[in-house]
């Protein structure tokens, strides 16, 4: 740090590279207590959640839903419905979606709101000074939010074959008649069931012995069933070693169990991860070291160690990869490089919930299983299966559960996973919960409005009372009524 001279003043109090969810939301408050403040894109405002991630995932996923819906007439008691698409008009449809979200994110809401918004490409020049187009700024702090790329493994033959990922799939305009999906995470499978459902061959390959490997068994079992209902190929165990071409076909080569497998198909989706976005930042030259992942390593209060004013937040710096966290990240950022001279707050990840959104949804906040006996924590399970649950049935979607972990003969709540219709809206109780340490006993004395969904986790509060009702108290109870008769 000896090396660099700090500046005797500066032109602005903060420059935030990158603006995704991370660096929209710091720049955002960092406007909202009258810094100046500038904000540098190097590509699309909004980041990968408005133009390739978040957005368009859903959106698909929403069309390609209501075309599902029509093949399950005859369960709503309907005539089976020949449905009639032309997949570019998808396609365009989600890109329409995106352009109406856009003004949220844009240039011109930013700059309203007191944001000097630079197009290009930033680099650290000093620990003071950030350079873009020929242009030096200097700030008093700067916040790195560059976010996070597709990840792409180096199989042999699959950058000469040709590939698509999160980024470029959006792309298509022609629908592909077969489609291997490298990858089990979220991305991999949301994506999977929404082109299944778009009349797409879909083989789905995982390396490890199951997709959506951070959540428990019975929840990746019930996801992987679903799959396979719906005509996904689902291969697990299965590891990539080469990509090649057949003719017309490309083929994806796999070993499983000391055997070759290989995948024909017309396209090849890479789903297998994300990088972070630290080439070309000068971070080399400043000596700002990185995580073994390649985000940006940063103490507790999102500091980069040996430059208190420079932070890091969203993917970039991880330790999540949501929209959510990184806006959550954002607020750190943007208070500890204003006033952390005064007063710094640590990031608080004790209740970080997300959700994969394919059906059956899955949601979780806190610890599941998996978790719990890699930190040797002790737990309890409570499950309420909500194939019960009189909404479910009613609207013909009877399926999944609510799980919740327990500290052993109390009602904290540790950790929630939901599987089932609506999982992500259904766990922002327990969220809530969490957060305000709230237990089972206060979701159980709380009035759910009947017929809903959210009544699941009332009852899965109820079959936790009921597993700890106090036994004693009920047996005096009933010799107390009885001498009373």
Known sequence: MSEFKKPKSFDRNMIVIGA????LVTSYI????????????????????????CVPSKSLLRTAGVLHEMTRAREFGLRPVEMEFDFAEVMEKVQRNIRAIEPHDSVERYTSLGVECIQGYARLKSPWEVEVNG??????????????????????????????????VWDLRQKPKRLAVLGGGPIGCELSQAFSRLGVEVTQIEMLPRIMIREDEEVS???????????????TNHKVVGVDRYARDKVV?????????????????????????????????????????????????????NYKHILACGDVAGPYQFTHTAAHQAWYASVNGLFGHLKKFKADYSVIPWATFTQPEVARVGLNEIDAKDKNIPYEVTCYGIDDLDRAITDEE????????????????????????HAGDLIAEYVLAMKHGLGMNQILGTIHIYPTMNEANKYAAGEWKRAHKPDWLLRWVEKCHNWRR
């Open 253 to 305: 080569i796999c070993e499983h169990k000391g055997k070759r497998v290989a995948v024909h198909c017309d396209e090849i989706l890479v789903a297998v991860g994300r990088t972070a976005n630290t080439d070309s930042l000068g971070l080399e030259e400043l000596g700002i070291a990185l995580n073994p992942n390649r985000t940006i390593k940063t103490d507790p209060w999102l500091r980069v160690p």
């Open 221 to 235: 079992a019930l996801v992987t069933a679903n799959f396979a209902h719906e005509g996904i190929t689902v291969l």
């Open 20 to 23: 995704g969810a991370a660096g």
């Open 30 to 53: 960092a406007a909202a207590v009258k810094a100046k403040v500038t904000l540098i894109e190097g590509h699309r405002m909004g980041g990968d959640c408005l133009n390739t991630g």
């Open 135 to 168: 242009q030096t700024l200097t700030a008093r702090s700067i916040v790195i939010a560059t976010g996070a790329r597709p990840a792409i493994p180096p199989i042999p033959g699959l950058a000469n074959t040709g590939f698509l990922t999160s980024d470029t």
């Open 398 to 421: 009877a399926y999944g559960f609510v799980k919740v972990l327990t500290k052993p003969g109390k009602d904290t709540i540790l950790g929630v996973t939901i599987v089932g219709q």
